[in-house]
């Protein structure tokens, strides 16, 4: 269901004033940012905010922090298009304009809660599900083992790289991570992610998958999930990659019947099987 707050007027963006931005990558930029009222974005993980620069356009952002990490909220953009473009200009003190957060979200605290958790995150795909790990690493009580998959394309494509070097040396984490094809500074594992998955033990009866990542991805990975046990209703999935508008009216992200801004962006999987454009 969407947790976004109905009394919000969904057409009136708010504005924000960029905190910190890193470049994280050739095409990727790390940016934090604060609403200017003071107040908390309001955001569950898996959700997605409409990013905006008048006169320039506005674009649909997945939230890459947890609502546990108060004060500020953080995304990572792709430079692809003119809005990004734009917002890849943007230094601290900035500002910029928020609406939502809208869509769906990870069932962090119903489905997931008292579970094993395995995430499976592809390329730029780690970004929305970092919310998602970083609310169960805040709450980790609540679940049982936690298994982190990473794969890029290449190292240099590798996002959050401080905090991947931290995920690996959790006690109660385990995390595991791949490259497509591997330069002169890698010394780890070459393969696409679904290489990793036999590398670590399912209970599934206990499990909770989580995955995101390029289109191809998700056939692969689901394959591999139901081969080692998992039901269709243990996975979930977000598609946020088709999305334009947020608040179901342009039809862009419209799938048969489906609008994956309002319906999702984060989906069951047993919710979607019988529509085959989806994945």
């Known amino acids: 269901m969407c947790k976004c707050d109905s009394e919000k007027d969904i057409y009136l963006p708010l504005p924000a004033t960029v905190g910190k931005v890193k470049s994280m990558t050739k095409l990727e930029s790390f940016f934090s ?3 200017d009222s003071g107040e908390e974005l309001g955001h569950m993980p898996g959700q997605f905010v409409e990013v ?30 003119n809005v990004s473009e734009a917002l890849h200009k943007l230094a601290a003190g900035d500002k910029l304009f928020i609406r939502g957060p809208f869509g769906t979200s990870f069932p962090v605290d119903e489905a997931m809660k008292g579970k094993d958790i395995i995430f499976v995150c592809g390329g730029i795909g780690i970004v929305p599900v970092r919310s ?28 959050f790289i401080e905090e991947l070097d931290k995920w690996r040396e959790e ?3 385990t995390f595991l991570e791949t490259v497509d094809h591997r330069d002169e500074s890698w010394s780890g594992p070459e393969g696409v992610i679904t290489t990793l998955l036999p590398l670590v033990k399912i209970d599934k009866e206990n499990t909770i998958a989580v995955a995101c990542g390029p289109p191809i991805m ?11 046990g998992l039901r269709e209703d243990q996975i979930y999935l977000s598609l946020e990659r088709r999305m334009k508008c947020g608040v179901g009216k342009c039809g862009h992200c419209q799938i048969n019947n489906i609008y994956v801004c ?18």
């Open 218 to 228: 998700y056939k692969f990975v689901i394959i591999v999930l139901l081969e080692a």
């Open 132 to 159: 998602a790990i970083q609310y169960v690493l805040d709450n980790r009580d609540d679940y049982g083992r936690v298994i982190i998959l990473f794969g890029a394309k290449t190292p240099s494509d590798r996002l």
């Open 33 to 35: 940012c604060q609403l």
């Open 171 to 173: 006690k109660n984490v």
């Open 262 to 279: 309002q319906d999702g962006p984060v989906f069951n999987f047993s919710d979607i099987t019988d529509i085959k454009e989806a994945l």
């Open 52 to 81: 905006s620069i008048p006169g320039i356009g506005e674009a649909p952002i997945s939230v890459s922090s947890s609502p546990t990490r108060k004060g500020s909220f953080e995304m990572v953009i792709r430079n692809v298009g």
